[in-house]
């Protein structure tokens, strides 16, 4: 099987670039420039710099003895919440940064969600010097005060998108028609493995860091660079996208896949795309996506708002249809409680992204010998007052 983007930025029957004629030359631009930018010494030594100095990589590979004997295994956690901003998406930001740069782009246009993408975006612009410009749903910057406040301080400009569900689709729509608008100077970071091509083959080159490193930490701590299994939440996938990136080939290393199941599958509020999902095209790709059977797009409900997306990304429906990975559904419930046994059992309080990786451990028969490696993906400081209300803290 395979796993790489081909020609048309095709992962098996998924991907692509559907766009409107308007985008063609700006995403041309990127795709005839993106690998050998990426690729250049110039680039790679910038970007690991920023990722050492600033970001404060390589995270570390925890071994957590608790949680090791309690699921008796082996069981690290790559902490990519002790990544500045406090989750692995200023990978992304930072490398797609450098390539704008690159391509002599002066203006920078983001949209976002629960505004996470949008402070990694503001974060490294403020780094950069460049202009920044977040789209995000009105009603999205009523839900995430904190967020707005922090793209405030950091100097970006949040523009809300007032049109119809005033979420992130809505959101996304007024940043590509910014970016029809200004062609010349403007580029337009994606915050995950979703978009039409390049962007999911560029985003999981980006955040492949995270797999590179676990290959060096685990051949140290264990002897060997391969782990039995690899666990990551997907929204739209890309700390996923970084975990599996060096390992797709590897088929010993068992890939799960955790999706938000909201208040169950069959409730209505869900976000669980492999299994409520038909192929379609959302962002410019063509890709598994949560729709009404006339084609609208439903709206995703999770917990947790990095996971609350309608898609996924095109290699993902690839590694669901292929069954390469093995994708399982995880209620607000069950991440909750993870999450707090995890405060509770190792003093790290996680994302609630990430807590519905940790929730599927009890849903998988591991051997004695097996090593598993989970992607802590961001930290919970900023689910703080979901935690105090859900626990009544
Ligand atoms: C945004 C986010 C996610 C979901 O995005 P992916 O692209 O699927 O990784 C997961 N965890 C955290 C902490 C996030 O902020």
Sequence with gaps: MNFSVDEKGFYGNFGGAFIPEMLYSNV???????LEIINSDEFQNEFKQLLKDYV???????????????YNCKIYLKREDL??????????????????????????????????????TATVCALMGLECVIYMGEVDIERQAPNVSRMKMLGAKVCPATSGSKTLKDATNEAIRDWINHPENTYYI????????????MVARLQSVISGEI?????????????????????????????????????????????????GIDSGKSAATSVLGKPGIIHGSKTLLMQTEDGQITEPYSISAGLDYPGVGPLHA?????????????TDEEAMNAAME???????????????????????????????????SGRGDKDLQTYIKYFDL
């Design 28 to 34: 041309e631009e990127l795709k005839n420039n993106y």
């Design 56 to 70: 404060g990589r390589p995270t570390p590979l925890y071994l957590s003895e608790r949680l090791s004997d309690k």
């Design 83 to 120: 990544c500045h901003t406090g989750a692995h998406k200023i990978n992304n930001t930072i490398g797609q940064i450098l390539l704008a740069k690159q391509l002599g782009k002066t203006r920078i246009i983001a949209e976002t969600g629960a505004g996470q993408h949008g402070v990694a």
């Design 190 to 201: 994606i915050g995950s493995v979703v978009g039409p091509h390049p962007y999911p083959d």
């Design 215 to 263: 290959k060096i930490q685990l051949k140290e701590k264990e002897g060997r660079e391969n782990p039995d299994y690899l666990i990551a939440c997907v929204g739209g996938g890309s700390n996923a996208a970084g975990l599996y990136f060096n390992y797709l080939e590897e088929n010993s290393v068992k890939l799960i896949a955790v999706e938000a199941a909201g208040k």
């Design 318 to 330: 690839h590694l669901s249809e292929t069954g390469r990975a093995e994708f399982y559904a995880i």
């Design 342 to 376: 995890l405060a509770q059992w190792d003093g790290i309080i996680p994302a609630i992204e990430s807590s519905h990786a940790l929730a599927v451990l009890h849903k998988i028969q591991f051997k004695k010998d097996d090593i598993v490696v989970l992607n802590l």
